[in-house]
């Protein structure tokens, strides 16, 4: 069964420094899109994204992140300058359309 | 604004005991009602959902049924699994527009043989 692909699956980074979690959606999907589940807390909606933009982002996604997809299977997530408060599981998930998401493994991001 | 509750976890159970986890909503409109399972180390998977009142869900034994009038979507089992422990989030979809949705904060599910 096709799967969403994300790595690292865990990555430690000190504050204020840059990181890129990479995810390769299933390959004829369109929507792609980013979750954070902050540790105890919700999975919250960050970003999603269709047709190389931005199609809805939260209160969350605010300039220090940025989304790409520099080529025809990754897409990619990047934190400009981390915070203590960055620190969750981070879950990519693709989409062919109006259907249901299928989500990956997830990457551990632990800022010290 | 619109938002999920799930009942407090960890759910411990012994085998083939019968497990009812419950889930509120408050949205506006009529959202799709899903639920997501994520075992060990693996990524979140849809479990059942339902897209209009009195729709009901079911796949691997488990069932809930979109109540509209208690805003609600219990997830229930029969008899639970030693293999069905895991983490059991419960999400809304506001539109079939958006792939946007709102979970939520999941209940871990013990189960002992």
């Known amino acids: 069964e096709p799967e969403v692909t994300q790595t690292p699956s865990h990555q430690v980074t000190q504050m204020g420094q840059e990181v890129i979690l990479r995810c390769v959606p299933i390959s004829n999907h369109l929507y792609f899109y980013w979750y954070r589940q902050i540790l105890g807390q919700k999975v919250e909606f960050l970003v999603s994204f269709y047709n190389n933009e931005i199609s809805e982002k939260s209160e969350i996604f605010d300039d220090q992140f940025s989304v790409e997809r520099p080529d025809g299977s990754n897409f990619t997530l990047k934190i400009r300058s981390t915070k203590l408060e960055d620190s969750a599981m981070y879950f990519c998930?693709?989409?062919?359309?109006?259907?249901?998401?299928?989500f990956g493994a997830g990457s551990r991001l632990t800022v010290l | 604004g619109d938002s999920v509750t799930q009942m407090e976890g960890p759910v411990t159970l012994s085998e083939e005991a019968c497990l009812t986890i419950?889930?509120?909503?408050?949205?506006?409109?009529?959202?799709?009602l899903f639920w997501y399972v994520q075992y060990p180390g693996e990524g979140l998977q849809l479990l059942l959902k339902?897209?209009?009142?009195?729709d009901k869900g079911s796949n691997k034994g488990f069932e809930a049924t979109y109540r509209k009038e208690t805003t609600s979507f219990h997830l229930e089992k029969g008899s639970v699994q030693v293999s069905d422990s895991a983490v059991y989030f419960c999400a809304l979809r506001i539109s079939s527009n958006t792939g946007k949705l709102i979970f939520g904060q999941g209940t871990t599910l013990q189960v002992k043989p």
């Open positions: 998930a693709s989409t062919p359309g109006a259907n249901v998401l299928t």
């Open positions: 419950n889930c509120t909503y408050t949205a506006t409109g009529y959202p799709s």
């Open positions: 339902a897209t209009k009142a009195d």
